[in-house]
């Protein structure tokens, strides 16, 4: 029987052209999105791809211009077809204490305890092109004043909303790097990376300096729950220091098939060689608490903008 799931993307195109950003030159597809659109991209003929469920998401998201230091260029990035996977680690306040700015406090479930986070992403069709990413992540207080952490703790265990300070931020593709680091101020690298999520299996591997592991994950994907376009859309505000000053990006994502597992049993979590590995380990995470995968959604990927952080 023919496979109901939307043809993927699995090699990168062979023609390259080359595009300056903020005074950077980078390669990126030719006749891709971004070499054809420069991320203005034509909704309708996003709508007309077979791996995308729809575009009304974005129609209500107008894009603006602004200056940034990868140049002039617009906001939100559009990303329509996306997949994700995401492990819920506790880990000792301690440990995440002496990894994070002290203008950032850890988001505690019990005393002594935060949450930390593996995750990983595949970008099938986006603005910038097709690529992979992961990250290892802890999630914070909110740097606004007056919000009580149990709601924001709720909050985030349900994904409606995550504040988060990334440590490792590795993906596919020189645009994503240069975008990532110089424009969002992430600790962005290009490394191989891989990763495939369907309905069935959840897996990926991010490859270190010598092409050995550096953190690889392989696990059966959580029963799914489909929604409407627009029903379930949560946030992530990440915060970064740009040039000496906190700044945070908003993050908005549409879920449309998703699920998760509690106290997952059958995951295997590699933690290898290499600068995600030496993140992880950093921070002494103790159990995996929850699994959570998206097998289809889109994003809404925000400049950063100046924000007010607490003085600790």
Not at 90 to 109: D, F, M
Request: charged letters at 20%.
């Amino acid at each position: 029987m023919p496979s109901s799931q939307p043809q993927r993307e699995t090699a990168p195109q062979h023609e390259t052209v080359k595009v300056d950003l903020g005074g950077r030159s980078v390669t990126v597809p030719k006749g891709g999105l971004y070499d054809r659109y420069r991320m203005d991209t034509d909704l309708d003929a996003i709508a007309r791809d077979p791996r995308v469920s729809g575009v009304d998401f974005f129609r209500k998201l107008p894009k603006t211009k602004v200056d940034s230091p990868i140049g002039e260029t617009l906001t939100p990035n559009f990303y329509y077809r996306i997949s994700t996977a995401r492990l819920t680690m506790l880990a000792p306040t301690r440990a995440i204490r002496s990894r994070l700015p002290r203008e950032l406090a850890p988001l505690e479930v019990a005393p002594g305890l935060g949450l930390v986070s593996a995750m990983f992403f595949r970008y099938d069709v986006c603005d910038i092109d097709f690529y992979t990413e992961a990250a290892v992540g802890i999630a914070v207080k909110p740097a606004r004043h007056g919000r009580l952490g149990f709601f924001d703790l709720v909050s985030a265990l349900k994904n409606e909303h995550l504040d988060s300070y990334v440590l490792s931020l590795p993906v596919s593709t020189e645009i994503a790097q240069v975008r990532g680091h110089d424009g969002y101020g992430f600790p962005k690298w290009v490394t191989g990376l891989d990763v495939d999520i369907d309905a069935h299996r959840t897996t990926a591997r991010v490859a270190n300096d010598a092409g050995g592991v550096d953190l690889a994950l392989s696990a059966p994907t959580p029963a799914q729950n489909s929604f409407p376009s627009g029903k379930r859309v949560s946030s992530l505000t990440s915060y970064t220091a740009i040039d000496g000053a906190w700044h945070s990006t908003l993050s908005q994502t549409n879920v449309l098939s998703a699920g998760t597992a509690l106290l997952p049993r059958d995951l295997q979590l590699t933690v290898g060689q290499g600068r995600m590995a030496d993140d992880l380990r950093s921070l002494k995470p103790m159990r995996t608490i929850q699994f959570d995968v998206m097998t289809e959604g889109q994003l809404a990927l925000h400049m950063p903008v100046p924000t007010s952080v607490r003085t600790r």
